[in-house]
């Protein structure tokens, strides 16, 4: 990525209109001078701060297909995609270097600069511009075995991966990372700006962008970031961690996602949550990460804080001063960030990231650690194994197991690569195996059962073999991301 800091959209406003220069004519008076305009002109480019990935990928696609979140066109009806299927618009030469899920759509950044959204585009999340208009008679075969959803055909310009249009851009942009939101998306250039899409929904469903555009449909700079070097998006907000070891958020802030206060569930929007804020006591952050409503920052000494969401424990940061009660309520929202004193015995985390009520994280020497929420099974552990002082029991039952409260290592799995969704989780592991847990009701976890409880490994012919080294999940579907052959690409 080597774009220069100042775009140049307005050239063509500020091109000169009249001659350079006047003169009279056969003894008529001259016009009046037209006074000379500056074009500006684009300063040096600035080195950059991050590269683009270069290994191409294969990616493989399973769960929920009802809005074309998966990416398959629309040859592939919607409803479920029972077991891991290759995406022929994202691999092969497509040239894939990286993707991000958000609820019901995703995006993928090529090795040739190219951004791919697909899936739901109901409030501008895939940057483009995606009408369409189904036929009866297309409407008709397509279900005519009764399958699909009750809107019949899958749109198109949804359900296949194209390209964002970048025209309006400076034209030596190089991208280097997108991140997705439930209604929104990011893209992040060599040179640490930011350009995004779509929306933020709050709490009563009013949408907003900025202060004062409520959906973005294309590409737009957030032109308070600069020299950013990694976006991490929830549901409704995102973080922005610059070169400095600063961390900004802004989006949804009623659950205290975004590190800084002001009144909470608050309903509709406040400007100031709309506007990228740096999080005055983090610094030196070298990795950050998110849940739905939850955020997480990783500083220079390996410790970790939390913020946001924590009515089932997600966050793992107990209480600001010590234990949480039974009876949930202490400790639901962290408003400013607090330390995770619970991964200190575990060393150093080098991935974290999280579901509705759960997170799941990695760490430098191979383990994979999970907490938040047992009864929806998105913790992957057996909970009668799990030593009683972990677990905080329901308040009206109290006999019923609700939440660890602390990380638990999840045996057997060194994970490579780890994502969380609402209520399932994936991870690779250092030698190419997958394992899934959580709800299975549209078959996000590619497993027979409806329910998994423990880690269990995902195998398939499909994948049989192949060298998986990245999972991702949406709302409720999941792709896995094989190495393509060196040649892909361009």
Not at 389 to 413: A, D, M, N, Q, W
Request: aromatic content about 6%; hydrophobic content about 35%; charged content about 20%.
């Amino acid at each position: 990525m080597a774009p220069t800091t100042k775009a140049v959209a307005s050239d063509a406003r500020n091109r000169r209109s009249g001659s350079k220069r006047t003169r009279e004519d056969d003894g008529l008076a001259a016009p009046a001078r037209k006074k000379r305009q500056t074009i500006p002109r684009p300063g040096p480019s600035k080195p950059a701060l991050t590269d683009r990935p270069t290994q191409p990928l294969n990616i493989y696609v399973f769960g929920a297909n009802s809005g074309g979140e998966l990416g398959l066109g629309p040859s592939v009806k919607s409803g479920n995609v029972s077991r891991p299927r290759l995406n022929p618009y994202l691999s092969g030469p497509v040239g894939v270097v990286q993707v991000s899920l958000g609820a019901m759509h995703g995006a993928a950044l090529t090795i040739d600069n190219r951004i791919l959204t697909w899936g739901v585009n109901d409030h501008g999340a895939l940057g483009r511009d995606t009408s369409w208009e189904a036929t009866m008679v297309d409407a008709d075969d397509n279900n005519s075995d009764g399958e699909g959803d009750d809107e019949g055909d899958l749109n198109p310009r949804e359900s296949t991966p194209s390209a964002v249009d970048m025209s309006n851009l400076p034209a030596d942009i190089t991208f280097t990372q997108v991140a997705a939101a439930d209604n929104a998306t990011f893209a992040l250039t060599s040179t640490g700006l930011v350009y995004g899409w779509g929306t933020f929904r709050s709490n009563d469903g009013e949408l907003a962008f900025s202060p004062t555009v409520a959906v973005q449909p294309q590409p737009a700079l957030i032109p308070s970031l600069k020299e950013v070097m990694k976006i991490c998006c929830g549901s409704n907000h995102a973080l922005a961690l610059t070169a400095d070891g600063s961390v900004y958020a802004w989006g949804k802030g009623s659950e205290g996602q975004l590190g800084r206060r002001f009144s909470l569930r608050v309903t509709g929007w406040k400007k100031e949550q709309l506007i990228p804020r740096k999080i005055p006591s983090l610094s030196k952050v070298v990795d950050i990460g998110t849940g739905p409503s939850h955020s997480f920052a990783i500083d220079h000494t390996g410790a970790v804080y939390g913020w946001g969401f924590n009515n089932a424990g997600q966050l793992g940061v107990i209480d600001i001063d010590g234990e949480v009660e039974s009876d949930f309520k202490s400790a639901v929202f962290i408003p400013t960030p607090g330390r995770i004193k619970g991964l200190q015995e575990f060393g150093r985390i080098t991935q974290i990231t999280g579901g509705n009520f759960h997170t799941i994280a990695a760490t430098e020497d191979g383990k994979c650690l999970t907490w938040g929420r047992l009864f929806s099974y998105a913790t992957g552990l057996e909970i009668h194994n799990i030593a009683k002082p972990s677990i905080v029991h329901h308040s009206l039952t109290r006999y019923e197991p609700s939440f660890l409260k602390v990380p638990i290592t999840v045996e057997g799995i060194e994970p490579l690569s780890i994502a969380a969704a609402s209520e399932h989780s994936l991870t690779v592991t250092a030698d190419h195996q997958i394992y899934t847990w959580g709800l299975n009701l549209t078959k996000q976890l590619g497993q027979k059962a409806e329910e998994v409880e423990v880690a269990a490994p995902l195998r398939h012919d499909s994948i049989m073999g192949k060298q998986v080294v990245w999972v991702g999940t949406g709302a409720q579907f999941s792709m896995l991301g094989e190495v393509a052959a060196s040649s892909v690409g361009c």
